[in-house]
């Protein structure tokens, strides 16, 4: 299969707003698809109460028995009635939909029920589109009101930035609007990341709520 990914991050916070944490990694192996804790992350990840991934023993650092079954439950159920828009959005490859893998890559994996993430190290090669939410834009109080659906965005590598040297961040204009997530952000120190294009694909905007998903692609 055509992936566009070489490994899967499992990234982990304490709640929305809280530093992003990446506590494993998902990879496959001629043995199969294999997770394994990172030991650092998850050392950093149990200051504030991380117990592991429900059903992988932080006790075992590597996993690779039936882990595809476990993770297969954070993926688009494909009896939603809104499954071929969500389908759209995350920019999935139909002819793929059944890699549980490529599909936890795609969508992050998220729910409503936890604060883990699933974040792909994207490989920029041509025809390569993917989307993400970016960090930080309530920190840096970024007004999405005055952005669209559509509008290009820029973004600007930070090699030393002392607390993630491939962070990258994100701009509209002159003006920062927060960063690419950590694992998503490997894309842009690949080989040519000036072919990458980043565009507005959907924006929340409340009181209590504000998210900006954008499209990358190259």
Avoid at 175 to 180: A, D, L, P, Q, S
Wanted: proline letters at 4%; charged letters at 30%; glycine letters at 6%.
């Amino acid at each position: 299969m055509n992936r566009c990914f070489d490994k899967i991050y499992l990234s982990w916070r304490v709640g929305k707003g809280s530093p992003r944490i990446m506590v494993g990694i998902l990879e496959e192996k001629d043995s199969g698809v294999v997770f394994q804790y990172l030991k650092e992350g998850v050392e950093r990840a149990r200051q504030y109460g991380f117990r592991g991934y429900p059903g992988l023993a932080l006790e075992q650092m590597v996993h690779e028995k039936n882990v595809l079954d476990l993770f297969s439950k954070r993926i688009i159920n494909f009896e939603r009635t809104d499954t071929k828009w969500l389908l759209e959005f995350w920019e999935v490859d139909q002819s793929l939909k059944e890699d549980t893998l490529y599909m936890l890559a795609m969508t992050q994996g998220k729910m409503q029920t936890d604060s883990f993430e699933f974040l792909a190290s994207f490989i920029p090669d041509n025809g390569l589109s993917f989307v993400t939410d970016i960090a930080a834009i309530t920190h840096y109080g970024f007004d999405l009101d005055t952005l669209h659906e559509g509008d290009y965005l820029t973004f600007k590598t930070e090699p030393d930035n002392p607390k993630d040297p491939k962070a990258v961040e994100v701009y509209f204009e002159d003006k920062k609007i927060g960063y690419i997530k950590k694992g998503h952000n490997e894309v842009f120190f690949g080989t040519q990341p000036d072919r990458l294009t980043m565009q507005v694909k959907a924006i929340t905007n409340t009181p209590s709520f504000k998210e900006l998903y954008v499209k990358i692609s190259s």
